[in-house]
């Protein structure tokens, strides 16, 4: 059996972890200091750190490594090939969160990990949470991560949602791919050659899936309800049109703390706002 540097080491020591942090600087990741923590706090033996830490040296995302994320101040389980829940994310949840009733109906549409929707259902005390992906991995992940909270569904966008949810929905949450297809390979690896291409690739412009959203969406919505969607800076102005042209009432939040755009579209809610930045009204 080969010998690791760990082998002779207690996890606890301070020997260990720096020769974890080593190991993984040379491997390229910036965090290092970091994510050593965090493998020698998930490796119960020597022998189990060596192996997280020559996976995530291979270039496996960390949470895959680790088997969880942290999202909105709690770990979500995610499963290797399942979309890692992004922090700038967080935002979107936030604006939800202020927008939902009490006792919301929530649907979290390419719901990956079930991460947004169990986020955003607990905050708001929603009393119904329906969540839906066409990875068939992402929603055995997100059965784990929702439970008893509410439903998940197996296929694409709003098809295997019950019927009897059309007109009865709060608050639309749809973590849609945006990328563009020409820039998927422009990605980081951890995405590009771990993640789901469907979870990434928004087609040409990168805002096919949002189009194909935006277009169900007031059918599904409740009168005042909405659809809360990312987008990057530079699709922005496009992505208003398409909430427009679908007959949504449409604003944007833009927080540059973590750096994210966030477009809501409203059913029924009068003239559309101006842009936002970091949550206050401008303009």
Known sequence: MPVHPFSSLSLSSS??????????????????????????????SPDELAALVERRAAGLPLEHVLGWAEFHGRRFAVDTGVFVPRRRTEFLVAQAAALAPRRAVVVDLCCGSGALGVALATASDAAELHACDVEPAAVRCARRNVGDLGQVYEGDLFGPLPAGLCGRVDVLLANVPYVPTDDVELLPAEARVHEPRVALDGGGDGLDVMRRVAAEAPEWLAPGGSLLVEASERQRDTAVEVMRAAGLSTRVLVSEEWYATVLVGTVGAGTAGKATRSGSASG
Do not use: M, Q
């Not at 020769?19 to 910036?30: F, P």
């Open 15 to 44: 020997g260990a972890l720096s020769s974890t942090v080593v190991a993984l600087r040379r491997a390229g990741c910036v965090f290092a200091e970091d994510e050593a923590r965090l493998l020698h706090e998930a490796a119960p």
